[in-house]
């Protein structure tokens, strides 16, 4: 079945630096990449997907890109702020599949 | 998201007492799920159903119980709790299962003595 490696676990960065949080799948199958952010003690929230149909999606300050001949897929934000403060999932499925594969979390923290 | 309800929000229980989490959406998603959240696991999916009636065991099941005899919940049963099942349990729906979004319940905290 598939996994869904991610890293870092930990991530600290400067106001206004860039994060980049990076993922990689095993199931070469797989064709929908998204990424959801919980905020503290909140319930996790779609920021933004890919299908494998497309190479990089960008909303603002953040973009995702991905890699299918090196199964990873990467999530970018740009121009960090005190609200991006959170812990990022990617996750991995199947157009057609009943379920998604997490990855294991990142927390990403914002220093002012 | 008012749309998805869990219930109760903070659990207390001892180990080896029944214990029923419940989930309810109101948008008529066909696939439901449960998650666990515990530090350094990620998400883990526990029991998922694509429709009433059919359910369907994810990564962790062992110790769960779910049915879902109406498309709006989708309870889940733990029959003789242990501490570690410990854990934040997320409820998600989605309309067209695993690569569409979904949307998650606001969670149960559950802590088992």
């Known amino acids: 079945g598939e996994n869904v490696e991610q890293h870092p676990s930990t991530l600290s960065v400067q106001e206004g630096d860039s994060a980049v949080i990076k993922c990689t799948y095993s199931d070469s199958a797989s064709n929908y990449f998204p990424w959801y952010k919980q905020e503290l003690g909140k319930r996790p929230q779609l920021i933004i997907d890919i299908r494998s149909n497309v190479g990089e999606k960008k909303d603002q300050r953040i973009a995702v890109t991905l890699n299918k001949t090196a199964k990873h897929f990467s999530l970018h934000i740009t121009e960090t702020q005190p609200e991006d403060s959170a812990v990022y999932f990617c996750?991995?499925?199947?157009?057609?599949?009943?379920?998604?594969?997490f990855g294991s979390g990142t927390r990403l923290s914002i220093r002012p | 998201d008012a749309g998805i309800t869990q219930s109760p929000r903070y659990k207390i229980t001892e180990t080896g007492r029944q214990v029923t989490l419940m989930c309810h959406q109101t948008w008529s998603h066909s696939y439901m799920f449960w998650y666990r959240q515990d530090l350094g696991h990620g998400l883990r999916l526990i029991y998922y159903s694509a429709a009433a009636d059919i359910t369907d065991k994810g990564e962790v099941p062992d110790g769960y119980v779910v049915s879902r005899s109406k498309t709006e919940n989708f309870p889940l049963t733990l029959e003789s709790a242990t501490r570690s099942q410990t854990s934040v349990y997320f409820c998600a729906s989605s309309d067209r299962g695993g690569a569409n979004e979904q949307f998650f319940g606001p969670g149960t905290r559950l802590t088992v003595l």
């Open positions: 996750a991995a499925s199947l157009e057609g599949a009943s379920k998604i594969i």
